[in-house]
Each structure stands twice: as structure tokens, then as C-alpha cells.
């Protein structure tokens, strides 16, 4: 059963009730239902292989991974959203009573589609910004060897660096951590992809 969003603005708690209930995940952007699309096998593939690739413990420091079902809230632009990849650094602080929710991802990865690649670089980023333990975003391009980092430095800007080509090797700035794009299109078939 698909959830049937009537064009109106909700409360947040309108949202998290309905969303308990629906068969398919919804973002919440301040008042506004926006049903998720569906993602591809290969969008599935590149966001586990980061995951299987990332260390929960680097330089004796305890990290958490989290995809695509974990839901964030963001308080300053009141969005709900599930972005594909989140790292926390120690422990997650959680919104509400529950434990679906997070507020403070350190490293936030998204695998770019083209229904969405639009609003992950743009509005979907200037709201990431606004939570203030977030210091890095990773867009993965689903249909070739590409990438985009955003990382804050330390005088609060955001510098991007880009990689292309197989033999790209991301290096964090935010942690202690490199991920070839071998490791992330692992058994990834560009020919299936539709665009």
C-alpha cells in the first residue's frame, strides 16, 4: 500500500505518525510530504560497498554508520530526510523519544541520480550546513566513476574537490580515512543504468 499524500502542510508529529504506517519512506520539508523514488541497484550497490569499506574504529575513535533507513532531522529548516550514508562520531544524539532519528552526522554521503542530483548539491546541502557537527558530504555519481567532496575547513568554509577515473582515491578531511572508487563501484554495471 502506497501512502496517499493529500496537498496540505503537516506538523512534524503528523509527519512521523504517518510515516510509522506508510510502505514507502517520505521526506518532510517544513510542512510539505514528498514521497522518496525508488532507488536502482546500483545506487544500493555503491552505498553498501562505502559502508563495508568504512572502519567503525579509526585511531582509537568510535564511529557509527548508518544507510538509508535511518532518518535525520533537521531543526533549523524542518526537514526529515534519509540520506543514503551518515557517519557519527561516538554515539548518535537522537530526536524525540525513539531511536529512527538522528541529529548529528559528521559525514553525510549521497549517491547522485538524476531525479535527485539537483537538490542533493543544492537545497538538500544548504540544509545539511545548518547542523553544526557536520563537516563533510560525499556525492557519488551512479552512472560513471565520479565524485564531488565538500569538506569544511578550519575557518568554516566549504572547499570542493572532485575525482574521475577508476583510479580515484578519496581521502577524508574530517577523519582519518581513504576509500578507492574501485572499493565503491565494486561489481557496479554502468551498462544497466538508465539515465
Excluded at 529548516?77 to 531511536?99: A, F, H, N
Excluded at 542533493?120 to 545539511?128: E, L, Q, T
Aim: hydrophobic share 35%; net charge negative.
Amino acid at each position: 500500500m502506497q501512502l496517499q499524500i493529500d496537498k496540505r502542510y503537516y506538523t512534524p508529529e503528523e509527519y512521523l505518525a504517518l510515516e510509522e504506517e506508510a510502505e514507502y519512506k517520505h521526506e518532510y520539508r517544513d510542512g510539505e510530504i514528498i514521497a522518496i523514488a525508488g532507488k536502482t541497484t546500483n545506487h544500493n550497490k555503491i552505498a553498501g560497498n562505502f559502508c563495508r569499506q568504512f572502519p567503525l574504529t579509526i585511531d582509537s575513535q568510535d564511529y557509527e554508520i548508518y544507510i538509508g533507513d535511518v532518518r535525520l532531522w533537521i531543526p533549523e529548516y524542518r526537514i526529515y530526510t534519509y540520506p543514503d550514508v551518515m557517519v557519527i562520531k561516538e554515539e548518535p544524539i537522537y530526536e524525540g523519544t525513539g531511536k529512527t532519528t538522528i541529529t548529528n552526522p559528521l559525514l553525510i554521503v549521497e549517491v547522485l541520480s538524476n531525479s535527485t542530483q539537483g537538490y542533493d548539491r543544492g537545497d538538500k546541502f544548504k540544509a545539511y550546513r545548518s547542523i553544526p557537527i557536520f563537516q563533510e558530504y560525499l556525492l557519488i555519481d551512479q552512472y560513471r566513476f565520479y565524485g564531488e567532496q565538500l569538506a569544511k575547513n578550519t575557518e568554516g568554509k566549504w572547499v570542493l574537490t572532485e575525482y574521475a577515473g577508476e583510479d580515484a582515491v578519496i581521502s577524508f578531511a574530517s577523519l582519518d580515512f581513504q576509500v578507492a572508487f574501485k572499493d565503491i563501484y565494486r561489481r557496479v554495471n554502468f551498462d544497466l543504468e538508465e539515465r
